[in-house]
């Protein structure tokens, strides 16, 4: 299937001569959920800037609902929606006439119904006469949110939505996010929180100083940090692994007195038992034992100073 | 032509002139209305008429476009650099817009609210002094070119300035002075023959001039020629714009 959006060899060096992107390419499958992480100055923000035409490219193409965003700027961004990491929002304006103006600026004939189910979706609906600057931070966030839901985009970007929101409303978020997935906008959000991109998104992209590093699906990744390891405390340092647990992952620390054991967790029988036995067998004594399991936040991590 | 944006661009700017009507209308109307007291009752009855006209009604349409002036920079100024500040101005650039529907909306409203408070000056001074005009279409035509032309001035102002300072720079530092000097209360043939000369390097004099002439059929330069340099200034201004739009100068990195 053709991508709803393809990010091809796209550069970005801003006046002064910083390269905040570097030959990105990416592409975007239409209805999915695409996390976007990187540390902060990665490029994540002038990425989606360039995408929604805030921004201009220095070299490259990239296209949007099948439309080239510049030579064919009115149709892609007819397309996008796009909720900013800063709270730039009106002061004055009500809530409903803030909401609105944006349908119109989108070229969208005015539609009260549409606009009351976003603003009543967002729990706006009881605020939409109160002018923007008597809001708290959360809300002028979900205003910000019913601004770029109020053209009906098919794309729609989240830059840091969820950053200084509380637990409660990133759960509403999450399920909001789920919800306009379910009814086929594709949605592409960046975030810090990787617990975030964990629950929500179908893919992960990292990028790191201007540069994507790695592009998965979020299940294919989760299985490569589907492992988990067990540390055994040996009571006694131990040079070499018995013949008999030789057919188990087992690695020695540098010290000589930890024993990995690293499996999957998928798997029905871990050999765990069977390597807790084997040691009693071998006379081999331990003092305690402690499994841990990868996450996201390692590979990212992992990945990211690879990049230095 | 999105002109539902264009529409949307409009009212909202509009919106922002009902919300602060006291200082978009009311404040320009009462300022004038204090030069009419001063300048026209209490010392025009002392002066002599200019020209055959009466000095209070010589004075108004000077006053008028002294008013259009500051009215359509710091209204079209401040609504383009109020969202470049604030930040709000990514929502438009990231739009279906083009930049002429940016303009039609942006400049169109500051325009429409400088055009209101010029008539609404004619209307305050026809209680201080008598006048007739002699050639209203052309008042009007003037009335509609100079508010355009300064409104897409301003609107240039708004996008080069970085700071609150720099907004008022030009309009205080350049603008209100040539207009003071572009014969608002003076006929420029009172000057002396060097700064007469002088006088004519200022563009609002011609503005001024053609203005009057609408009014009472007398000018003190050619009115062809102040029609010629009030269709420059909007040319210029226009070209100024495209630049700016061309090239993304301040508005996107
Ligand atoms: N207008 C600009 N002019 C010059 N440099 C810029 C500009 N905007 C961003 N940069 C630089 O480009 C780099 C990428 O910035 P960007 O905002 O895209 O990062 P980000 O990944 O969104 O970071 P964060 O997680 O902090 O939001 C940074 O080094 C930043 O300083
Ligand atoms: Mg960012």
């Known amino acids: 299937m053709q991508p709803i959006i393809s990010v091809q060899n796209v550069s970005k060096i801003y006046k002064g001569g910083f390269q905040a992107l570097k030959h990105v390419d990416l592409e975007i499958k239409k209805g999915e959920i695409f996390a976007l992480l990187g540390p902060n100055g990665a490029g994540k923000t002038t990425l989606i800037s360039i995408i929604c035409g805030i921004v201009n490219l220095s070299e490259g193409t990239v296209n ?245 | 032509m999105n002109f539902y944006a264009v529409k949307a661009i409009y009212k909202f700017e509009m919106a922002r002139t009902w919300r602060t009507l006291m200082q978009s209308i009311a404040s320009p109307v009462l300022s004038t209305s204090l030069y009419f007291i001063v300048f026209g009752t209490a010392i025009g009855s002392r002066m002599q008429s200019i020209n055959g006209v009466d000095y209070g009604a010589f004075i108004i349409p000077g006053l008028v476009m002294l008013t259009l002036l500051t009215q359509s920079l710091s209204n079209a100024s401040f609504g383009i650099y109020f969202p470049r500040f604030s930040g709000t101005i990514f929502e438009v650039l990231s739009a279906p817009v083009s930049y002429v529907e940016i303009l039609l909306g942006y400049v169109g409203a500051a325009a429409s609210k400088s055009v209101m408070v010029g008539m609404l000056i004619l209307v305050t001074a026809r209680c201080f002094v008598d006048y007739e005009i002699q050639h209203p279409v052309w008042m009007f035509a003037f009335l509609v070119f100079t508010s355009v032309t300064f409104s897409l001035f301003g609107f240039i102002i708004g996008i080069w300035a970085d700071s609150f300072e720099k907004l008022q720079l030009i309009p205080m530092m350049v603008i209100t002075p040539l207009a003071f000097l572009g014969g608002s209360f003076y006929s420029i043939d009172m000057l002396p023959p060097f700064w007469q000369t002088v006088t004519l390097f200022n563009p609002v004099v011609y503005l001024i001039s053609g203005f009057r002439w609408s009014f009472f059929g007398v000018a003190d330069v050619n009115v062809a020629l102040s029609l010629g340099m009030t269709v420059l200034f909007l040319v210029l201004c226009i070209v100024g714009v495209a630049w700016i739009f061309k090239t993304g100068y301040r508005l996107k990195d």
């Open chain 1, 64 to 308: 949007a609902a099948g439309f080239d965003i510049v030579k064919d700027y009115r149709a892609a961004r007819g397309a996008i929606g796009l909720v900013p990491q800063e709270l730039s929002t009106d002061a004055f304006e009500s809530v409903w006439n803030t909401v609105t103006f944006s349908r119109g600026l989108f070229g969208k004939p005015r539609n009260d119904a549409y606009i009351e189910k976003v603003l009543r979706d967002l729990s706006l609906w009881e605020k939409r006469h109160t002018s923007i600057r008597e809001l708290s931070g959360g809300m002028k966030r979900r205003v910000l949110i019913a601004k770029a839901l109020s053209h009906e985009p098919q794309i729609l970007f989240l830059d840091e939505p969820t950053a200084g929101v509380d637990v409660e409303l990133r759960r509403d978020m999450w399920a909001m996010v789920r919800e306009l997935r379910r009814k086929g906008v594709t949605i592409i959000l960046t975030t810090h929180y990787i617990e975030e991109a964990e629950e929500m998104a179908d893919r992960i992209g990292i990028i790191s100083k201007g540069e994507i590093i790695l592009v998965d699906d979020k299940s294919a990744l989760m299985e490569k940090l589907g492992q988990k390891q067990l540390a055994i405390q040996l009571q006694h340092p131990l040079t070499e692994i018995p013949a008999n647990l030789s057919q188990y992952a087992l690695t020695i620390s540098e010290d000589n007195v930890t024993l990995v054991y690293t499996f999957d967790t998928q798997n029905e029988e871990t050999g765990v038992a069977e390597i807790l036995r084997k040691l009693n067998e071998n006379g081999i004594e331990f003092k305690d034992l402690h499994s841990s399991q990868s996450s996201l936040e390692d590979i990212f991590v992992s990945l990211v100073h690879g990049n230095d």
